[in-house]
């Protein structure tokens, strides 16, 4: 792997060896960046290779990424996810264009299937018989599917209010689920200590610097299928600020390789009851040190993004910053409005997490954040279907009516 040069820590900026850290730098304990030498890759790796190549996954861009080319990796399909102009909506928010790509209809049905596809495979390398992580739901069915894929154990720490469908998908994919009585937070400690104690390789995000890596290849994704167009703003949701963080680094790293000419504005999403990373960026640069991300006591109906101990908020806050983005609340309210309206206005059908990232564009449209020559592109990040409760909130179940013609023309008050 002579194209990682090795870890750089996001908060005392120490550079290290790939194998002087596993998971927090030894220093400071902060979270870790993986660093490449662009000079290396811009020699072997080019636009031309990425028009041949005929493998349409996230595995396109394995040069890319921090992996032994032998790794064996997980077999299901994880990304190409499809990207929709939406012509129409462009022209009714005024304005250039618009377009959403459904990272839901990824393997397990969320954007985690990325993230955890590389870190399984790197569980590998390292040896691993046994990886974990701390989910509120999506990273552990994601993970639990790519680890089953690769005959790697698997054990999930997630919330006890984790939705029943994403439980459902876990136990089905093979996992050891531990639910925990508790939050995501403390889940998360949980897990991080049964790691410590057992020698289990651990995913859970943030401290794993490979999630971003892998969470990265969407927004190569964006560049590629919208021709190397790299739009002005790219909307998503954030929860440990990871994904975020990820879709950064991305599109910093094609930048770095010459392959777009210009860099994107994230919109980051939160929801108002967890919106720990949104604060931190309204207090500005002085308040984004890492003393800069109070915790809450985080409540709302996006299960996903239902943290209040943002593990990744720092990275998320520079992320903002850096790309002169901005950072939005929006009320469960207009989460679930957002949700009922997505699928009608742009065929996708997200959940709440996902949906998230819709109602932060709506609410910066009212606010006038966009201007008339913007190309934004919104990314839902998980499937709809991952959480159906929230779904039936939105519409109304119609009674049931007797299977004869009459009571049909009745029900639909046809003369
Ligand atoms: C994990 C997740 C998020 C948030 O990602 P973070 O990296 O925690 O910010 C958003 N939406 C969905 C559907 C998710 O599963
Ligand atoms: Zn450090």
């Given at each position: 792997m002579k194209h990682v040069l090795g870890f750089q820590c996001l908060s005392c900026k120490t550079d290290f060896e790939i194998s002087e850290v596993l998971y927090t730098c030894p220093a400071c304990g902060g979270n870790v960046d993986v660093v490449y030498d662009y000079r290396i890759l811009r020699n072997e790796f080019q636009r031309e290779h990425l028009a041949e190549n005929r493998n349409y996954s996230m595995w396109r861009y394995l040069p890319m990424l921090p992996l032994h080319p032998e790794t064996r990796k997980p077999t299901l399909h994880v990304g190409w996810t499809p990207i929709y102009n939406l012509p129409h909506l462009a022209r009714q928010f005024s304005v250039h264009a618009l377009a959403i790509k459904d990272e839901g209809r990824n393997p397990t049905a969320s954007l985690k299937d990325r993230p955890s596809a590389l870190v399984a495979a790197k569980a590998l390398e390292y040896r691993a018989s046994v990886a974990t992580t701390a989910s509120s739901g999506n990273a552990g069915a994601a993970f639990a599917a790519m680890c089953n894929s690769v005959d790697l154990k698997s054990v999930i720490f997630v919330p006890q209010a984790a939705p029943r469908a994403k439980v459902a998908q876990l136990l089905l994919?093979?996992?050891t689920v531990i639910r925990v009585a508790s939050d995501y937070d403390h889940a998360f400690d949980l897990c991080t200590e049964a790691s410590r104690q057992l020698g289990w390789y651990n995913r859970s995000t943030g401290?794993?610097?490979?999630?971003?890596?892998g969470k990265k290849t969407a927004a190569y994704e964006i560049c590629e299928q919208l021709g190397w167009n790299v739009p002005d703003w790219v909307a998503v949701s954030m929860g440990d600020g990871n994904i975020i963080a990820g879709l950064w680094k991305g599109f910093k790293d094609f930048y770095a390789m010459k392959f777009i000419g210009k860099l994107p504005r994230l919109l980051g999403v939160q929801a108002e009851g967890a919106s720990p990373i949104v604060d931190?960026?309204?207090?500005?640069?002085?308040?984004?040190?890492?003393d800069g991300i109070r915790p809450v006591e985080a409540h709302t109906i996006a299960d996903s993004i239902n943290v209040g101990k943002p593990r990744d908020g720092l990275r998320a806050v520079q992320a903002i910053q850096e790309s002169k983005g901005r950072a939005i609340k929006v009320s469960d309210e207009k989460i679930l409005l957002a949700l009922a309206r997505l699928p009608r206005e742009t065929g996708v059908f997200a959940e709440p997490a996902g949906a998230c990232a819709y109602a932060g564009f709506l609410e910066a449209t009212e606010r006038g954040f966009f201007s008339s020559t913007d190309s934004?592109?919104?990314?839902?990040?998980?499937?709809?279907?991952k959480d159906i409760d929230s779904a039936v909130r939105t519409v109304e179940i119609p009674n049931a009516i007797p299977p004869d013609f009459q009571s049909l023309k009745d029900h639909l008050k046809l003369k």
């Open positions: 994919y093979g996992a401290i794993n610097a490979y999630t971003a890596e931190a960026v309204e207090l500005g640069p002085q308040g984004a040190g890492l934004i592109v919104i990314v839902n990040t998980g499937n709809g279907l």
